[in-house]
Nanobody, 121 residues
Framework: QVHLVESGGDLVQPGGSLRLSCAAS????????MAWYRQAPGKERELVAS???????YYGDAVKGRFTISKDSAKNTVYLQMNSLKPEDTAVYYC???????????????WGQGTQVTVSS
């Protein structure tokens, strides 16, 4: 079984910064992709940023230039540094991993429980 635990969500003023963390534990052989999604009330879940095992990153248009995704492979942890936060960044942020639990298994997708980020004055 795989567990993803997010932390770092908080209430922050517009223009402020936050860093989210997601620690993965359990039966993990290799991680293909680490990603952050978010879901605001009444909206669909959207991809914020992703990072492959090879180091290729992707950012949604709404966060380019403001957010940075990074990882500590030794700790199986992925981070999302969020700067210049805007009220429209308010959402529940979810960690997502695509990984293999054994050398011979197929890729499976796993989600964290989410962490609330609120940007408001």
């Amino acid at each position: 079984q795989v567990h993803l635990v997010e932390s770092g969500g908080d209430l922050v003023q517009p223009g402020g910064s936050l860093r989210l963390s997601c620690a993965a534990s359990g039966r993990i052989f290799s991680i293909n992709t680490m990603a952050w999604y978010r879901q605001a009330p009444g909206k669909e879940r959207e991809l914020v940023a992703s990072l492959t095992s090879g180091g290729t990153s992707y950012y949604g248009d709404a966060v380019k230039g403001r957010f940075t995704i990074s990882k500590d492979s030794a700790k199986n942890t992925v981070y999302l540094q969020m700067n210049s936060l805007k009220p429209e960044d308010t959402a529940v942020y979810y960690c997502n991993h695509v990984l293999k639990t054994t050398p011979w298994s197929t890729l499976t997708t796993h989600w964290g429980q989410g962490t609330q980020v609120t940007v408001s004055s």
